[in-house]
């Protein structure tokens, strides 16, 4: 029996009529290369739940690609952004200053500042746009231009973005040539050691690796930034050992390159902290970035994203980037009530003093069900993650990656009502807004539980 919660509710098979409708005219004049996993189309959303036009009713534990931190038309947001739109929605933030975003970026700022190192925000729409941003500012910043990053890696699909992105190659095929300069190490991943290396050394590995690049093939003073995702997102949701970005910033430091950070996944409180690499911090692992990217989660569901960089990097001229709508004063707002929430200034009822808290707290208990459930299925390899950011690794009897049977557990979850998303070769992610209570996450559990059992017997 399930736990005392809402549902979800299906009343028609999916899709229903009118969802059918829609999607029959979505596939004359969208552009084909949206993939369409699911057939479920959206209508309107509260709190955790999405409900179709025909009035199915979904639980959500993907936050639209871990975006929408507050869930669905959460009240706060509403009333932030509808206040804003009434005052105006763009004047051009290149141009005149702004009393939102300046207090925006304010706020951001003071997450990450320390009392002897002042940080500055370039504000865009997308992570892709952040991540550019943070390569132009990296190579103006340093006068070198080589930038390394890592396998598995997602920074996003604009030419700079797409050459640092370290996953599929069909990101790439067909578009070169891409960006110059930029090398590929892998990523210290302790389920999968790379380099013939063990869960515990990978991390050393991978530096050893990247030392003997310097001696070899990529003069390190040629070398402007390193950037990578802390805990790596779309390539499995993978953290990577203790030590390793602590050893990372000393080696930007020995070599005089930028340590960049891209939270766009994994940070904004996702994790249980404001960034997710201040997890690593909090245990006392000195890995201060030099620059950090954020988009996704920044402001519920709105366009808005943010290059963090200290004030000593920060050095570009005036007038040298920027972008017509970056900083909009409407996602602007609703980043400050996302912030209200996330910082707990205003309170969500049923996720105690903030929604970061909230985070660490059902994700914690989350992460201790899936464990169960492991002991239960055996082809669940892997579960790991921080907070609401986790990853489930589906392996075959060889223990190699199992794609197949991922794709399985995730049609049966979602034919139970259960809105998921995989990555990696063989992973879903648990991503749901950090509105999530543990009665509803009980409900997820639950359904998972069942859609697994569900499986053929293998
Ligand atoms: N960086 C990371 C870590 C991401 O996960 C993503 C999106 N999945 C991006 C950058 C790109 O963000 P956007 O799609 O907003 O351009």
């Not at 080589?146 to 190659?169: C, D, E, Q």
């Not at 996944?265 to 690593?280: I, V, W």
């Amino acid at each position: 029996t399930l736990p005392k919660s809402r549902q979800p509710e299906l009343k028609t098979a999916l899709p229903g009529p009118k969802s059918a409708e829609i999607m029959a005219r979505d596939s004359q004049h969208l552009s084909t290369s949206y993939m369409r996993p699911y057939p479920f189309v959206p209508d309107h959303g509260e709190g955790v739940w999405l409900t179709d036009p025909d009035g199915n009713t979904m639980l959500d534990f993907f936050a639209g690609i871990a975006v929408s931190t507050t869930g669905y038309a959460h009240p706060h947001v509403v009333e932030a952004v509808t206040a804003q739109m009434k005052k105006f929605a763009h004047v051009c933030l290149t141009d005149y200053p702004q009393e939102i975003t300046t207090s925006l970026a304010e706020r951001l700022a003071a997450h990450i500042e320390r009392p002897d190192e002042k940080w500055r925000v370039f504000f865009g729409n997308s992570g892709a746009e952040a991540v550019e941003a943070a390569i132009k500012l990296a190579r103006n910043h340093t006068g070198r231009s080589h930038i390394i990053s890592t396998l598995g890696s997602f920074h996003g699909r604009t030419y700079g973005a797409i050459t640092l992105t370290g996953s599929k190659t069909k990101y790439k095929a067909g578009f070169g040539p891409l960006l110059p300069n930029v090398t590929h190490i892998p990523y210290p991943n302790p389920f999968r050691p790379p380099l013939g290396s063990t869960p515990e050394t990978c991390g050393d590995a991978v530096l050893a690796h990247l030392e003997l690049l310097f001696k070899t093939v990529i003069p390190s003073n040629e070398v402007a930034a390193f950037i990578i995702e802390p805990m790596q997102g779309e390539g499995g949701y993978i953290v990577p050992p203790a030590g390793f970005l602590t050893k990372l910033r000393q080696l930007a430091d020995q070599h005089g390159f930028l340590l960049i950070y891209d939270e766009v996944q994994a940070g904004m409180g996702r994790t249980g902290k404001m960034f997710s690499f201040q997890q690593f911090i909090a245990r006392s692992e000195e890995c201060q970035p030099d620059i950090v990217t954020l988009a996704k989660g920044v402001a519920s569901g709105l366009p808005i994203s943010a290059m963090l960089a200290k004030e000593s990097v920060m050095t570009w001229a005036p007038g040298s980037h920027g972008s017509t709508f970056g900083g909009n004063p409407v996602a602007a707002a609703a980043a400050h009530a996302t912030l209200d929430l996330l910082e707990g200034v205003v309170k969500h009822p049923g996720c105690g003093e903030s929604l970061m808290h909230n985070a660490a707290e059902v994700g914690g208990f989350i992460l201790a069900e899936l464990k169960k459930m492991q002991r239960e299925f055996p082809f669940i390899g892997d579960v790991r993650g921080e907070g609401l950011f986790i990853g489930i690794e589906f392996v075959a009897p060889d223990g190699k990656a199992d794609g197949k049977l991922r794709d399985a557990a995730s049609m049966a979850m979602f034919e139970r009502g259960l809105l998921n998303l995989d990555c990696g070769e063989s992973v879903i992610r648990v991503s749901p807004p950090l509105i999530l209570t543990r009665e509803d996450a009980q409900t997820g559990l639950q359904i998972m539980r069942e859609a697994l059992r569900s499986l053929p017997a293998r």
